[in-house]
């Protein structure tokens, strides 16, 4: 038992490191150190938490939340609940201004904190830069930060959906429109966008190099569009769209988004014909390019990340998504075969 745990610490903590790199004035060694910091939240996130995680404000370079706004427990990652609109969250904001800044503000927040406030930021750790300002929340309850709603009564007929909301950088998890998961992303370059519109999960691979390039190894793939070569994957996250038209996500978001959604079924006898389609996942927006990231207005905005029910129920209309868009015996779009 002890083994397991240090072997999947370890490999954890590898990961982290593994795509840290050294930016000027953040030494290596402190980078290491935070990077244990992740290991150790991401190793947490397999059990139920015990307690509210440790939500000290933060000092250096920080402006500081009201101390009401940390009162209350926090809540597991995957918690349906959003706070109600009279009870928003307040933020401040917290400047990196040199490496003990950044380590401090990790060791008083705590592991579990410190990834709420990078995953706030669209960030993984080696994307927390010397020089950058940090959003940090005055809570660190997932649940209250979700910028989607709790439930989605157009949902309600749909076992299982993904939304991806470009314009804020995110993705939301609905079981018979019940949010159970949302976390950050990074999707399309302003070269190559996440084209908006209806996908599915088609197939996936634990570990796929890419066609575009044989250097970027992708994580936990799922493939949403075989021809384009779009998917959902683990990459690096550096706070702003930056993908080759992929949904990226952090690394624990993409394990489970792997493990949860469904995959296709093909027709037997006939692999050009499907079944029944995989996990439906509308891309219901596009991201404004140019213009001031909407996580970083939420010091002075708090609702600048929401998406409203009503804008995914418009998308979802939109694209024609209902609790039975496959029909058995229905082609297979050519841009959907494996190859």
Known sequence: ?????????????WQAARLMRPQPGLPVRPLLALAALIAAAAIGC????????????????????????????????????????????????????????????????????????????????????????????????????????????????????????????????????????WGPTSTGRQEKPTTPGLYHTNWRQRRRVSTFNDEWVLNWYVNLSNFDGISLHQYELPGRPASHSCVRLLEDDAAWLYHWVETWKLVPGDRRKIAEQGTPVVVMDEYVFGGRKPWKRLPEDPRATTVTAEEIEAALGRWGVTGGDALPGQAVPHDSLPH
């Open 1 to 13: 038992m002890v083994s397991n745990i240090f072997v999947n610490s370890w490999g954890v903590f």
């Open 46 to 181: 397999g059990r139920r938490p015990g307690g509210a995680p440790r939500s000290e404000a933060p000092t250096p370079g920080a402006t500081v939340a009201s101390p009401r706004d940390t009162a209350g427990a926090a809540a597991p990652a995957d918690t349906a609940a959003v706070a109600p609109a009279d009870t928003l969250p307040r933020y401040a904001t917290f400047a990196i201004t040199d490496e003990k800044a950044l380590s401090g503000l990790a060791r008083r927040l705590g592991p579990d904190s410190f990834a709420v406030v990078l995953a706030l930021n669209r960030i993984d750790l080696a994307h927390a830069r010397q020089g950058d300002t940090l959003v940090v929340p005055g809570t660190f309850d997932r649940a209250r930060l979700s910028p989607f709603p709790d439930t989605l009564p157009a949902a309600r007929a749909l076992p299982k959906l993904l939304v991806v909301s470009a314009r804020v950088q995110v993705f939301g998890a609905y079981e018979s429109g019940r949010l159970c998961r």
